[in-house]
C-alpha cells in the first residue's frame, strides 16, 4: 500500500493507481506537502528510501529529482562525513545494478544525479566513483548490452553535458571543476573506459553482419539491438571526449575505423 508521500507523488501527477484524475484542491494539497517535505533537512533518507522500494516509477523519479535537488543544494554540506559515504554508495549500489529493461528517463535521471556527486565530490571525497563503475561493466559480459556499460555511457554523456562541453557557456568556477574531473579522470581510468568501448563497439560491428531471424529467436533479436544501441553510445561518448583525452587514444586505425 502506498505511503503519504507515494499517494502525494501520485496525486500531483495524476498518476493515482486507479486511473482517475485527482481533484484540483487535492492535487494543489499534494503540491504543497510535497514542497514542505523535500525541505527536510532529512529528505535525503526519504529519498533514498522510496527509489529503493516503491514500486512506482513515478515515485523513484521524484525521489532522484529530490536527491539531485539536494547534492545541488548547501544542505547536503551538513551531512557527516558517514552520511556522506553512504549517500554515494547507496547511488552507486543503483547504478552498478541498473537493468537493461529499467525505464530509459528513469537512468537517465539516475545518471543526472550520480552527475551531481561526481561534480561535488570527485576526485577529493570520492576518489573511486569511476573504478566502481568500471568494474561493474568488466564483471559482466560487455557484449551482451548490459546495464552496466549502458549506465557508464549515460552518466559520460551526462557529465559532458552538465559539466565538461564548452558548447555550453560555463563560468570560471564551472571551467575549473570541469578541469578538475577530467585532469583526475585521466590519471584514474580513462584508459580503462576508452579500451570498454572499442571493444564493445568492435564486437557490435561484427555481431552487425550477421543479425539473427526474429522468427527464429525474438530474444536474440531484442539482444542483438539492444547490443547495436549500446555500441552506438560507446562511439558517441568517445567523440564527445575527442577534444581532451590523450590523442593516442583516437588516433589509431583501428579507433578512427570506428570513429569516423
Known amino acids: 500500500m502506498a505511503d503519504e508521500v507515494e499517494k502525494a507523488v501520485l496525486c500531483s501527477l495524476d498518476a493515482s493507481p ?9 492535487k494543489a494539497q499534494a503540491t ?3 514542497q514542505q517535505v523535500s525541505s527536510s533537512p532529512e529528505v535525503w533518507k526519504l529519498a533514498l528510501q522510496h527509489f529503493t522500494h516503491s514500486s512506482y516509477v ?3 523519479f521524484w525521489a532522484l529529482q529530490v536527491l539531485s535537488d539536494f547534492v545541488n ?31 530509459a528517463y528513469l537512468k537517465n535521471k539516475l545518471s543526472y544525479a550520480f552527475v551531481c556527486l561526481i561534480r561535488r565530490d570527485y576526485p577529493e571525497q570520492w576518489p573511486g566513483c569511476f573504478q566502481h563503475l568500471v568494474k561493474a561493466v568488466q564483471g559482466s559480459d560487455v557484449g551482451s548490452g548490459d546495464g552496466a556499460l549502458d549506465m557508464l555511457c549515460r552518466i559520460l554523456a551526462t557529465l559532458d553535458e552538465e559539466v565538461i ?8 568556477e564551472e571551467i575549473a571543476t570541469a578541469t578538475r574531473i577530467k585532469d583526475a579522470l585521466k590519471i584514474d581510468c ?35 539491438e ?5 555500441s552506438g553510445s560507446c562511439i558517441d561518448t568517445l567523440q564527445r571526449f575527442i577534444g581532451w583525452i590523450d590523442i593516442g587514444m583516437v588516433a589509431n586505425p583501428a579507433a578512427l575505423s570506428l570513429l569516423m
Open 18 to 26: 486507479n486511473g482517475y484524475l485527482a481533484d484540483p484542491h487535492l
Open 32 to 34: 504543497h506537502y510535497l
Open 58 to 60: 513515478q515515485v523513484k
Open 73 to 103: 543544494s548547501d544542505r547536503v554540506s551538513t551531512l557527516t562525513p558517514t552520511e556522506q559515504g553512504i549517500l554515494r554508495e547507496e547511488l552507486t549500489k543503483w547504478v552498478t545494478s541498473a537493468t537493461g529493461n529499467r525505464e
Open 165 to 172: 562541453s564548452l558548447e555550453f557557456t560555463r563560468s570560471s
Open 190 to 224: 580513462l584508459a580503462t573506459i576508452v579500451e570498454l568501448f572499442y571493444r564493445s563497439a568492435d564486437g557490435a560491428q561484427e555481431a552487425a553482419a550477421a543479425p539473427p531471424l526474429l522468427k527464429e529467436d525474438e530474444h536474440a533479436w531484442v539482444a542483438w
Open 226 to 230: 539492444e547490443r547495436q544501441r549500446i
